[in-house]
T-cell receptor, first 113, second 112 residues
Framework: DGGITQSPKYLFRKEGQNVTLSCEQNLNHDAMYWYRQDPGQGLRLIYYSQIVNDFQKGDIAEGYSVSREKKESFPLTVTSAQKNPTAFYLC????????????FGPGTRLLVL | EDKVVQSPLSLVVHEGDTVTLNCSYEVTNFRSLLWYKQEKKAPTFLFMLTSSGIEKKSGRLSSILDKKELFSILNITATQTGDSAIYLC????????????WGLGTSLAVNP
């Protein structure tokens, strides 16, 4: 079955730690995205990548970093510089470099202790 | 500034009711409008609308776009408890690297 997987489902982080959220897709999609979802704020774009070895900042990139070394994988690192990292993180992909019709993974809920 | 506004923010209905969810937008260089359904976790794609007046339909769900008045509606007929979810609307700006602008969503609860 084709799809997008994210791991872990839940993640607990101590203050001052960096953590990495995994996102893998086997849809052969070129473009991948990371969103953050907070109650009452909708989806906000963190980073996106239109092609391997290239990525761009979204609206709220501060305190986050990404890499795109393989087409299938787009991991997100939440660094200690991110002031309020507790949120639900969604990874998505789309077939081409245009951003229409994005398909989402199941999400990772990050909680800072 | 581009924006997408969904209404109502939340809605409670009984099984069998028909509901209409609204999505209005102010986006420079409109390309398309997307509807998603989000239950506990991943948003799932419902419809993409690009042309005014052409209804998209899938089972009990249908949607239509009005590009003159800058809004779309999502209709759900004969609602079921499984329709309980957050319904998200997003608009694609063709100019800004085809960025999606998301609304806050409408939370629908269908009671038995």
């Amino acid at each position: 079955d084709g799809g997008i997987t994210q791991s872990p489902k839940y993640l607990f982080r101590k203050e001052g730690q960096n953590v990495t959220l995994s996102c893998e897709q086997n849809l052969n999609h070129d473009a991948m995205y990371w969103y953050r979802q907070d109650p009452g704020q909708g989806l906000r774009l963190i980073y996106y990548s239109q092609i391997v070895n290239d990525f761009q900042k979204g609206d709220i990139a501060e305190g986050y970093s990404v890499s795109r070394e393989k087409k299938e994988s787009f991991p997100l690192t939440v660094t200690s510089a991110q002031k309020n990292p507790t949120a639900f993180y969604l990874c998505a992909s789309s077939r081409t470099q245009v951003q229409e019709t994005q398909y989402f993974g199941p999400g990772t809920r990050l909680l800072v202790l | 500034e581009d924006k997408v506004v969904q209404s109502p923010l939340s809605l409670v209905v009984h099984e069998g009711d028909t509901v209409t969810l609204n999505c209005s937008y102010e986006v420079t260089n409109f390309r398309s409008l997307l509807w998603y359904k989000q239950e506990k976790k991943a948003p799932t794609f419902l419809f993409m609308l690009t042309s005014s007046g052409i209804e998209k339909k899938s089972g009990r769900l249908s949607s239509i776009l009005d590009k003159k008045e800058l809004f779309s509606i999502l209709n759900i007929t004969a609602t079921q408890t499984g329709d309980s979810a957050i319904y998200l609307c997003a608009v694609v700006n063709a100019g800004n690297n085809r960025k999606l602008i998301w609304g806050l969503g409408t939370s629908l609860a269908v009671n038995p």
